[in-house]
Every structure is written in structure tokens, then in C-alpha cells.
């Protein structure tokens, strides 16, 4: 028997957006799924869009927040509803290719007949902003906990045994960024290597124009403080490391004569030095 597949999916005040995420979970070819998709709060239709879509399709469950708990916190309201087996995720400006968890689930059993140890499985993202598409190149095959300081090989989704992730403590419900970062790097450190699917599965809108996460200079911040705090017994280049991904384009923030500081407290090291650098020179250049 196919086994239950479970997607959670939080949500707040994007209606439109949403519609798009949910229909391209429920189109999947894997058909033995449930969505989870915890409505945090909303004041728009978004209660409404979701009690509409449950009554036709029954593998589509809404739980309302009474007032906006944060993605974290729905996200791990989700994971503890699930009954599924696996589980995957989803952000409500994105979006699944209509066979991502076909190819998880033959990917995951074609490893586990090959003895091959894996914790996880993540793809390749398809990056869409405008008219533009780009396929992401960046993802290693193999990644290992250490990996993450020096770069997220993963992106912002795994699919993984639920049990797995509940054991590795769910998201930090005290970050509100890299919070996928932070779990994968406890999942990793507890259970092993996550593996590349290498296939385009994952439209991730990454508009400028749009209110992202991944843009909010602040959260970024105030993220980095917490999870390197998390591993103050790792060497100094592991934080080194980790504080390089703040300024990576992605994020698009310049680093400061502060950043430069705080970088070299941790000790003298060319190439991130040169790193920062350069993320500097290219944000005078853009400004």
C-alpha cells in the first residue's frame, strides 16, 4: 500500500497565492496525501477559500489560528496533526510540479533497496520571478550537518519520515528566519545525510517586489544570533562561515564595518574576508 504523505502548509493573508500552492499539492500524481494547511489568522478570505476546497476534496485539512501564531509555530501545529508516514512541506507563494512526491517516494525506496542511508530528500528549485525561470545548480547530492554552515545545499523544504522530524524538535519557534536552516541542521546532526533528488520539483517565487523573508535584513539577523549560539563548542570558521551566508545575494545585505569586525573576532581568513569584500563592492554598486 502506498503510504500517507503528509504537506503543511501555513498561511497568512494570501488568498490569491494560496490557491495556486493548494491546487498544485492536490494535483499531485501521488494521490495517497493529505495538506495540512493552517490558516494563521487571516483576515481575508482565506477561511472561507479553505472550508470550500475541504468540502470537495477531503484530503485537504484547514485548522485555524485565532490570531497570527507565526509560520513556525503553524508549521509545527501541522507536522503534529499529520498522520502521514512522510512528510514535506510548502510556503503559500510557492509551489509543487505535479510529480515531486512520486519522485520522493520512488527516489526514497529506490535508496533504502540500495542500502544507501539517507534522513531526508530535497530537489533542485525552480526560481520564478517575472518572466524569468531559473533551475538552481547549487544543491549538493550529499549533505552532511557540517555542510550547512558553509552554505543551505538544501533550499526550504525536505521530505522526510514525520517521526524524524518531530524527534529533531520541530521548528524553532523563536526564529522567525533560517528557521528551515536550523531544523535541518538539528535533523542532520541527529540522523545523518539528507540526499539530492535532482530534479526541478519546487517553484519558488522570488519576485523582488514581494514580501520575503529571505529579504528582511533584521530577522535574518537576529536568526544567525540564535542558531550560532546553538553550537558555541564548534570552531570559530563554523560561525565564520554561517555569518557569510547573511550576505549572500539571495539575501542582499551589505555588510558593515561592524560585520567586518564581528568576522574577524573569530579570526583572520582570506577568503571570507574577500567574500564580505566583494558583498560590499556589489552592494555600493547597486545602491
Not at 11 to 35: F, G, K, P
Not at 42 to 71: C, E, M, V, Y
Not at 229 to 254: C, D, T
Request: charged share 25%; glycine share 4%.
Amino acid at each position: 500500500m502506498d503510504r500517507l504523505v503528509s504537506i503543511y502548509l501555513p498561511t497568512h493573508n494570501r488568498r490569491q497565492l494560496l490557491e495556486r500552492a493548494v491546487d498544485s499539492v492536490l494535483a499531485q500524481t501521488y494521490r495517497n496525501i493529505e495538506l495540512i494547511v493552517v490558516n494563521d489568522g487571516s483576515t481575508d478570505d482565506t477561511s472561507l477559500f479553505l472550508k470550500r476546497i475541504s468540502q470537495s476534496d477531503r484530503r485537504l485539512i484547514a485548522i485555524d489560528n485565532p490570531r497570527s501564531l507565526g509560520p513556525s509555530q503553524s508549521r509545527n501545529t501541522a507536522v503534529k496533526a499529520a498522520k502521514g508516514f512522510f512528510v514535506s512541506g510548502l510556503d503559500d507563494d510557492d509551489a509543487f510540479t505535479p510529480d515531486r512526491i512520486s519522485q520522493f517516494v520512488e527516489y526514497w525506496d529506490a535508496l533504502a533497496a540500495d542500502s544507501s542511508p539517507q534522513v531526508c530528500l530535497f530537489s533542485q528549485s525552480v526560481f520564478v520571478s517575472g518572466d524569468s525561470r531559473t533551475i538552481t545548480g547549487d544543491r549538493k547530492d550529499h549533505v552532511q550537518f557540517m555542510d550547512l554552515f558553509h552554505h543551505n545545499y538544501i533550499g526550504n523544504q525536505v521530505f522526510c519520515i514525520r517521526d524524524n522530524l518531530i524527534s529533531a524538535g520541530l521548528f524553532d519557534e523563536n526564529l522567525n528566519a533560517w528557521e528551515d536552516l536550523d531544523l535541518f541542521m538539528r535533523l542532520l546532526k541527529q540522523f545523518g545525510e539528507a540526499r539530492l533528488l535532482d530534479a526541478p520539483t519546487y517553484i519558488c517565487d522570488v519576485s523582488v517586489s514581494r514580501d520575503r523573508i529571505s529579504r528582511n535584513e533584521p530577522r535574518i539577523r537576529r536568526a544567525f544570533d540564535i542558531i550560532s549560539a546553538k553550537y558555541n563548542e564548534l570552531p570559530a570558521a563554523a560561525h565564520q562561515r554561517l555569518y557569510l551566508q547573511m550576505f549572500s545575494e539571495y539575501h542582499g545585505i551589505r555588510p558593515t564595518i561592524a560585520d567586518f569586525r564581528r568576522y574577524m573576532g573569530w579570526g583572520f581568513d582570506s577568503s571570507g574576508f574577500t567574500q564580505l569584500l566583494k558583498s560590499s563592492i556589489k552592494g555600493l554598486s547597486l545602491a
